[in-house]
Each structure stands twice: as structure tokens, then as C-alpha cells.
């Protein structure tokens, strides 16, 4: 692994995670290029920043569910590999049910260099500690639709609570959100800001 990054479950004891893109279940179909192990890693300074997510979700109740975290660059040129093939529909109505799969780029939802490959970039939930049961967001982990953005209409005011409990402890933690995500938070001071980096999650 590159110097100055960690695996973050190593660093977050109790952590829950699900590294999406080393399994089948994503928007692409299929196990995502450099995703050799269901790990989530990120710069030293995301997991530290990190650290005091947990502590403060905590003390509210919650647990934390990472999606995703470092990015290799080789992932993010598969994505813009399989945008461009014809539609299977195999993902369409879970992941990008109301746009086309080539509109993903100009909307937003894939972006041709990630913040993630800089390594200070995180995917994320809550959880409730006394059940495991997941926080309700008013949508799933990279649904590509205006559900997914801060200011959506159409989900409940629960859920609409639920996302500005997790922007509000993300914020005070350090992090800056994507207006689009929901789930996407960058660290405000990103140790590598220009840096994009390829080596595979092993």
C-alpha cells in the first residue's frame, strides 16, 4: 500500500463496512478494476478525521457503515469504460432507473477524476447501535437521481432529518459535502489535494 494510507477498519474499532465495488453489487454489475479485497482504505488523515465521526455519531446512537474510500484510478476508468457500452438494463432500475447510463458523467454522478483517488474521500451511513439497523436515507448507496441530492423532494421529513444528522456530524468532523450524494463526503483538508493515485485495494 502507498506510504501515508491505512486500512480503515484497522484504525476504527467497531467500524461496519461493505466495500461495493469488490463485489457484485454496484451500478457496473460486476467486481470494479483494483478492488482486489472487500477493504475500505484511505489516507491517514481521512481515518484520523474519521475517528471523530464515530466518536461523535456515537454519542448520538450510531454506528458507521463505510461504502467507500480510496479509489484507484483504474476503477474510475472502468466506469467511464462501461458508460460508454450499450444498456443491459442488468443494474438500471437499482442504480439509474430515470437517466441513461451516459448521462452519468454530465450529471454529476461519475466523475472522470475522482476526489476518491486522492484518498480523503468517503461513502457513507448510519446505523443504529442498539439494533444494526440501518438509518433511513430516502435512498440507496449511488442511486443516480435527484433523490439522492441534499435538497430532494419526495422523501419524508425522517429522512430528510436522517441525512442532515449525518452532513451536520460529517461537517464537525472536518468534511465537506457533495451537493448530489447524499453519501459522499471529501476531508476540507485533504492531504493530497492534487494527487491521483492507482494502486489496487489488496
Same mark, same amino acid.
Given at each position: 500500500?502507498?506510504?501515508?494510507?491505512?486500512?480503515?477498519?484497522?484504525?476504527?474499532?467497531?467500524?461496519?463496512?461493505?466495500?461495493?465495488?469488490? !463485489?457484485?453489487?454496484?451500478?457496473?454489475?460486476?467486481?470494479?478494476?483494483?478492488?482486489?479485497?472487500?477493504?475500505?482504505?484511505?489516507?491517514?488523515?481521512?481515518?484520523?478525521?474519521?475517528?471523530?465521526?464515530?466518536?461523535?455519531?456515537?454519542?448520538?446512537?450510531?454506528?458507521?457503515?463505510?461504502?467507500?474510500?480510496?479509489?484507484?484510478?483504474?476503477?474510475?476508468?472502468?466506469?467511464?469504460?462501461?458508460?460508454?457500452?450499450?444498456?443491459?438494463?442488468?443494474?438500471?432500475?437499482?442504480?439509474?432507473?430515470?437517466?441513461?447510463? !451516459?448521462?452519468?458523467?454530465?450529471?454529476?454522478?461519475?466523475?472522470?477524476?475522482?476526489?476518491?483517488?486522492?484518498?480523503?474521500?468517503?461513502?457513507? !451511513?448510519?446505523?443504529?447501535?442498539?439494533?444494526?439497523?440501518?438509518?433511513?436515507?430516502?435512498?440507496?448507496?449511488?442511486?443516480?437521481?435527484?433523490?439522492?441530492?441534499?435538497?430532494?423532494?419526495?422523501?419524508?421529513? !425522517?429522512?430528510?432529518?436522517?441525512?442532515?444528522?449525518?452532513?451536520?456530524?460529517? @461537517?464537525?468532523?472536518?468534511?465537506?459535502?457533495?451537493?448530489? @450524494?447524499?453519501?459522499?463526503?471529501?476531508?476540507?483538508? @485533504?492531504?493530497?489535494?492534487?494527487?491521483?493515485?492507482?494502486?489496487?485495494?489488496?
Amino acid at each position: 500500500m502507498e506510504n501515508g494510507f491505512v486500512f480503515i477498519d484497522e484504525m476504527l474499532p467497531g467500524v461496519r463496512w461493505d466495500a461495493k465495488y469488490s !463485489t457484485w453489487d454496484n451500478f457496473t454489475g460486476k467486481p470494479v478494476d483494483g478492488y482486489e479485497v472487500n477493504r475500505i482504505v484511505g489516507t491517514h488523515a481521512l481515518a484520523n478525521a474519521l475517528l471523530e465521526t464515530q466518536k461523535q455519531a456515537a454519542a448520538l446512537g450510531y454506528g458507521l457503515l463505510l461504502w467507500d474510500g480510496y479509489r484507484p484510478k483504474r476503477a474510475v476508468d472502468c466506469f467511464l469504460r462501461w458508460s460508454e457500452q450499450p444498456e443491459d438494463n442488468v443494474t438500471k432500475d437499482k442504480f439509474y432507473p430515470n437517466i441513461e447510463r !451516459t448521462e452519468m458523467i454530465a450529471k454529476g454522478y461519475v466523475a472522470a477524476r475522482s476526489s476518491h483517488s486522492r484518498g480523503s474521500a468517503i461513502d457513507l !451511513t448510519l446505523y443504529e447501535l442498539d439494533s444494526g439497523a440501518l438509518v433511513s436515507m430516502g435512498g440507496g448507496f449511488d442511486l443516480m437521481d435527484e433523490r439522492s441530492h441534499h435538497a430532494a423532494q419526495g422523501i419524508t421529513s !425522517t429522512e430528510a432529518h436522517n441525512r442532515f444528522l449525518l452532513r451536520s456530524i460529517m @461537517e464537525n468532523s472536518g468534511f465537506e459535502p457533495y451537493r448530489f @450524494e447524499w453519501w459522499h463526503y471529501v476531508l476540507r483538508n @485533504e492531504p493530497y489535494p492534487d494527487r491521483y493515485f492507482d494502486f489496487p485495494v489488496l
